[in-house]
């Protein structure tokens, strides 16, 4: 067998070194897999998981672990390629990819994960970016670890995450779990770095650069909204970036009410840190106490300090930590001025000087190239070619000619392959007809395997197309064809297998090799809402010499970056008509939402969470009724109709003078609660938490009660155990829905029945690292499903500020599209995690989708309509009907404009226009089409 890239194999054996982004990095360890023993340079769990074929390292569809033996520093590059070839059938789950100091980098079927367990945790941490994994496909890993647990992941040039974590230690592997895989081409290089380990600064956004909505991320304001600021407009004014004055950077933070706390960052367990902060204030000696607080146990480092007029560096010293997760606070005493910038939090007993975090540093080599789509208009040919593999049709001379098929560069540069494609592309009134010409110098060495259709031809030398019909920049064909003339047709996004007929023919010369396709229009699914302009990109797998080419500017030149393919656009607009494939009419049961009722009324729940102390004895200071009065009435006088309330209620005695005060005066402002009693399900059990239901089961602003929350996540609790909290719960108070809420894999599992009369889940978008909506949406729609089937309500938890636990607020556009998303998704009650938002758009647009879903509570709840479709999967869309009018919900749940068309049923077809309601505004209907403009997150409501 020749030994692939044997000269390069050669040199990559001897240790060289070059300078990159400022820094040195020197090759000091490879494997091209040319040698078909691995065991020398790799410990294998087992020699059985692991082979060697045609230079390329495989496990078995079980799976296995390969680590590097030799030791090797601390500050690394790794660079290697993956696939995902195929999960192992018999069992659930899988993925696969590289373990970095026992971090998992990996793929499986729904996306990028790394989870991690640090030493001592129960739990997992980690994450997951969603993306559409592509099997039998390879994906280029870059993992950069840096001294004091830095690390960045990416893929294919994106990157996918960055992880703080000193307490991960460990080699460099392969791992795969229930899931065959592929790796090929290994490289770690050592990095000579300036930058030192000793100092590291764990806290981002330290100098308040980044902002959301003109707040810091990454921090939070000590307190509430209306309780310690007096309201949204007093916050504003008490509590922001100052701009005026700074240590460093461009601003500082200026409080002038309260204080401050950073999000928790990863710390290495045992050892000690130190917390430095520069501040000033407007009077000398301001009493300010600094915390460093470890996360979860409750027990703080305290410092008390005095601020002066000038700009100093104040300390904070913990000389042990027992958690590995750390956040810093800052808090005023006294009535006064306080700045602050340059936080630190590191490793060690004494400050070294200010850095900023790693991860917020700005890179400095200019800005992102900007991706230019293009349209390429086809020619309508009247003699259509002859599929034959010759390419000597006078037709293809007079067709569109495609010649800038390119690669992307090992340090991102976009570069011509050193083998030459040209495309041609044309159509007739019936199909359209594509044509490659793909020259290689190597002819006799040409891959081609697969000799079946429907197989994994991209493994072989072999063209793609890509077409996306609806130009919805996420459904699309994939067409992939080998010399051989065998063909694989998958139909993204749709998951529908291919019913059409593709004509393909190749042919193989002295110097390149030809195909030519023609793909019938008859074989596509055309509807209403295809258009004359249709996304393309055609792509070439050079397998021999690793060039993998495509003509559409895709990021990274990813074949699958369908959000930046061309345009391929169609001469005649009315082309596609008779392959348009009308549905029939079908007659279904017209059905309603099932409505939640109160007092006598359908009413939409859409509630804030507001937190009380009621079963503690501190919590009843002086004033304490007063407290409770202005948070309930705070909610009422901002338009809110329901709030959802949690507190402890043990023990009883303490904590049920606080529940009635509450329920004494939400009764007064006529203000709806639900209950969320908290206490464990056993405590619950063994203290007889029956008598609290009893006690309040009879008051009138009461419409639910909440048992339990997460119960699948705690290891201390069983299912048994909240069957019976539901059941008691209940038997005490059937007037009143119980419900338990659960963590997405609640419903999946089904946990425990999924007892109770509601299902509600939680999912925060900032909860994980670029978290779409969609996850939101999907889980409503199975929520759905489970729910009429056993004819209970759906509730979802959004998040509306839980920056205790998030390091930031949504965006009001997030807001207004998790919002509607959940609602068209088939919601009937929103509560929100926490209430108050500190951002002013975040909190006015709560207010608003408030307002507004007061408004369409009676449509929500009435007739479904069905038939109407989008042409995009990220613009969702629900019909109602409702006093003889009709109604069409639709939301953009992505985070870029889109133009969406809605194609209306039987019953709304003969309309001209709608109203949109809430805009101000009228859209025309054509051909009972209904088109318009979505920004980002957006939601437009039409009225027939």
Request: include cysteine.
């Amino acid at each position: 067998m020749i030994r692939k890239y044997l000269l390069l194999g050669i040199l990559c054996l001897l240790v060289f070194s070059f300078r990159t982004k400022g820094e040195e990095k020197s090759l000091i360890f490879s494997d091209d897999f040319s040698l078909e023993k691995i065991s020398d340079k790799w410990k294998l769990d087992s020699p059985h998981s692991w082979e060697i074929k045609e230079e390329v390292l495989f496990t078995t569809k079980y799976g296995g672990s390969a680590s590097i033996k030799e030791e090797l520093p601390e500050d690394i590059i790794v660079e290697v390629k993956v696939k995902p070839i195929e999960p192992n059938p018999e069992m659930s789950g899988g993925f696969g990819g590289l373990t970095v100091s026992n971090i998992n980098f990996v793929i499986r079927k729904d996306g990028f994960w790394w989870p991690y367990k640090k030493p001592d945790a129960e739990r997992y941490s980690g994450g997951i970016k969603k993306s559409d994994i592509i099997l039998n496909k390879w994906y280029q890993f870059k993992i950069v670890r840096r001294a004091g647990g830095l690390f960045e992941w990416y893929v294919d040039g994106e990157k996918i995450c960055e992880i703080v974590e000193p307490v991960m230690k460990g080699g460099v592997g392969f791992h795969a779990w229930r899931f065959k895989m592929a790796y090929d081409d290994i490289k770690v290089y050592k990095i000579y770095s300036e930058k030192k380990a000793e100092g590291l600064n764990i806290i981002r956004n330290s100098s308040f650069e980044i902002l959301q909505d003109n707040l810091p991320v990454y921090w939070s304001p000590i307190g509430s909204l209306n309780l310690t600021y007096g309201g949204m407009e007093n916050f504003l004014k008490l509590w922001y970036v100052d701009t005026k004055e700074k240590f460093h950077g461009k601003q500082s933070l200026k409080m002038e009410k309260g204080g401050v706390y950073s999000f928790y960052f990863n710390a290495e367990k045992g050892a000690p840190y130190v917390f430095s902060v520069y501040m000033k204030s407007d009077k000398d000696n301001l009493p300010v106490d600094l915390y460093i607080w470890e996360w979860n146990i409750g027990k703080t480092h305290k410092s008390g300090v005095k601020v002066d007029k000038e700009w100093k560096r104040y300390i904070c010293k913990a000389e042990t930590n027992q958690t590995g997760m750390l956040r810093v606070k800052i808090e005023k005493k006294e009535e006064g001025i306080l700045w602050i910038d340059g936080v630190k939090l590191e490793k060690g007993t004494e400050p070294t000087e200010y850095t900023l975090h790693p991860f917020d540093i700005e890179e400095k080599e200019g800005k992102k190239k900007e991706i230019k789509i293009s349209e390429i208009k086809l020619k309508k040919i009247e003699t259509s070619p002859i599929i034959d593999g010759k390419l000597d049709d006078i037709v293809w001379n007079n067709s569109v000619k495609i010649t800038d098929f390119l690669i992307a560069g090992q340090n991102g540069e976009i570069i011509q392959p050193k083998e030459k494609t040209e495309g041609y592309l044309c159509h007739d009134e019936n199909s359209l007809y594509i044509a490659f010409k793909c020259y290689d110098s190597q002819i006799d060495k040409i891959k081609a395997t697969i000799k079946e259709d429907g197989g994994p031809v991209w493994e072989d030398d072999s063209i793609e197309i890509f077409l996306d019909t609806n130009l919805d920049r996420r459904s699309y064909y994939q067409i992939a064809i080998n010399s051989l003339g065998k063909i694989s047709v998958i139909d993204k996004e749709n998951n529908q297998p291919f019913k059409g007929k593709i004509e393909v023919k190749t042919s193989i010369k002295k110097d390149h090799w030809i195909v030519e396709i023609a793909i019938p229009f008859s074989s596509l699914n055309i509807t209403k809402l295809t258009g004359q302009s249709w996304g393309f990109n055609l792509g070439r797998e050079n397998h021999k010499i690793q060039e993998y080419s495509c003509t559409s500017p895709t990021k990274y030149l990813n074949f699958h970056d369908v959000e930046n393919y061309n345009i391929l656009v169609f001469p005649d607009k009315d082309i596609f008509k008779k392959f348009i494939l009308e549905k029939k009419e079908e007659k279904k049961v017209i059905t309603k939402k099932k409505p939640f009722i109160v007092d006598g009324k359908p009413f939409f729940v859409f509630a804030p969470l507001e937190q009380f102390y009621f079963g503690y004895n501190w919590f009843y200071k002086e004033g304490w009724e007063n407290e409770i009065e202005k948070k309930i009435k705070f909610w009422k006088d901002e338009g809110f109709k329901s709030i959802i309330v949690v507190s402890k209620i043990f023990p009883l005695e303490i904590a049920e003078k606080g529940w009635t005060k509450l329920f004494e005066i939400a009764n007064k402002y006529d203000l709806k609660i639900i209950a969320w009693p908290a206490f464990k399900p056993k405590e619950g059990i063994e203290k007889n938490f029956e008598k609290f239901i009893e006690k309040f089961k009879n008051e009138p602003s009461l419409i639910t009660w909440c048992v339990a929350d997460e119960p699948e996540i705690q290891s201390d609790v069983k299912p048994e155990e909240i069957i019976e909290v539901v059941k008691r719960a209940k038997e005490k108070d059937p007037n009143h829905p119980v419900f338990v809420n659960f963590t997405p894999i609640g419903p999946s599992m089904r946990y425990a029945g999924l007892p109770g009369d509601i299902l509600s889940t939680d999912l925060y978008i900032t909860g994980g690292t670029g978290r779409p909506i969609r996850e939101v949406v999907d889980l409503v729609k199975l929520k759905d499903k489970i729910a009429r089937e056993k004819d209970m309500w759906v509730w979802m938890w959004l998040v509306g500020n839980n920056t205790y636990n998030h390091f930031r607020e949504p965006t009001a556009q997030e807001q207004e599209a998790q919002t509607y998303g959940a609602i068209i998704s088939g919601c009937t009650g929103l509560m929100y995690f926490y209430g108050e938002c500190f951002g002013y758009k975040n909190w006015m647009k709560l207010k608003q989708l408030s307002k507004e879903t007061e408004m369409l509570t009676p449509i929500i709840f009435s007739e479904e309509i069905e038939g109407i479709e989008s042409n995009n999967p990220d613009i969702l869309v629900m019909g109602r009907k409702f006093n003889n009018k009709y109604y069409v919900f639709s939301v953009n749940i992505n985070k870029v404009e889109l133009t969406g068309k809605i194609n209306l049923p039987k019953e709304l077809r003969n309309y001209k226009k709608a109203k949109v309601i809430f805009e101000d505004r009228e859209i025309e209907i054509k051909d009972g089409v209904l088109t318009d403009t979505f920004n980002i997150y957006q939601r437009h409501i039409y009225e027939f």
